[in-house]
């Protein structure tokens, strides 16, 4: 069975502790955290004693968890998504991926994911991808010393916002040991020319993390399910076939204000198309 998880950034407008309690009670099996000012703030004081908690609750409430670092405001409050490894400011955003790995090892995460980021217009190309490659080693190197993998998410508008150039920047390191990929299944029908499952099983040797969410062809911009042009029990076979253990978390940053209906829709819609994957072979969405 696949592993159904939640993201935290779908649920803005709740306290930590009761996302988490409203996603278990809903019969997911696990969490996808965006560390933020309101949910386990890895600036605030207490650091150590909050991961604790978090890590006790997640344990009683038998989720799994993968750490993501997507939170608009969190180091800018004038500038969404800011700095990013891209910025010159940049090492704002190498000091939070530290942080982050070394939360998502107390945690016991599956994976930390973070992304490029959007490339400033005052920031040539070549140095930009100068940048970027500099702050995935760098940060590389952190996690694998924390023994925490890595899933960098290809993102709609972004320097890297394809396979191919996820490709190119794992080769560009050196396609070092747990530097894996995060796959938004929507940002693959958004953007991606392969049909989704193909995508799925064209990484699926590096695939560490998966989000959830329905799309169209060229527009970013995450739909619930059945609202977009994705067939998902094809993509939920390619998931299983591929032989991905890790957890496919549903992700709607923009639906908090009506989250837990939202979330009971979701994993009632995942079960069925779950269920319609494993009757049919389905075909190329």
Request: with cysteine; charged share 25%.
């Amino acid at each position: 069975m696949i592993r159904f998880g939640y993201g935290t950034n779908g649920f803005a407008n709740h306290r930590l502790t009761d996302a988490l309690e409203v996603i278990a009670g809903l019969g997911y099996t696990g969490v996808a955290l965006t560390l933020d000012h309101s949910h386990l703030d890895p600036y605030a004081d207490g650091l150590g004693r909050r991961v604790a908690a978090v890590a006790d609750l997640l344990r009683t409430l038998g989720l799994a968890v993968v750490v993501e670092t997507g939170a608009r405001y969190l180091l800018d409050p004038r500038r969404k998504h800011a700095p990013t490894l891209l910025d010159d400011d940049r090492d704002v955003r190498v000091d939070f991926l530290r942080r982050a790995i070394a939360i998502g090892a107390d945690l016991g995460a599956e994976a930390v994911s973070f992304w490029s980021g959007v490339r400033p217009a005052h920031v040539e190309p070549d140095l930009a991808w100068r940048r970027l490659t500099d702050g995935c080693a760098e940060v590389a190197g952190t996690a694998r010393e924390a023994g925490v993998p890595l899933g960098f998410e290809p993102e709609p508008g972004m320097l890297v916002e394809t396979i191919a150039g996820w490709r190119e920047l794992h080769q560009a390191i050196g396609a070092p040991d747990g530097f894996g990929i995060t796959l938004d299944i929507g940002h693959l029908r958004c953007n991606e020319p392969e049909p989704v499952p193909a995508c799925v099983a064209a990484v699926a040797g590096h695939l560490v993390n998966v989000q959830i969410d329905d799309m169209r062809r060229g527009t970013h911009e995450h739909l619930e399910f059945g609202e977009g042009e994705i067939d998902f029990p094809p993509v939920l076979r390619a998931l299983a076939d591929a032989g991905y253990q890790g957890l496919v978390a549903v992700e709607l940053p923009r639906h908090s204000h009506a989250a837990p209906a939202v979330a009971a829709r979701s994993i009632d819609f995942l079960r069925a198309a779950e269920k319609d994957a494993s009757r049919t072979e389905g075909s190329p969405s």
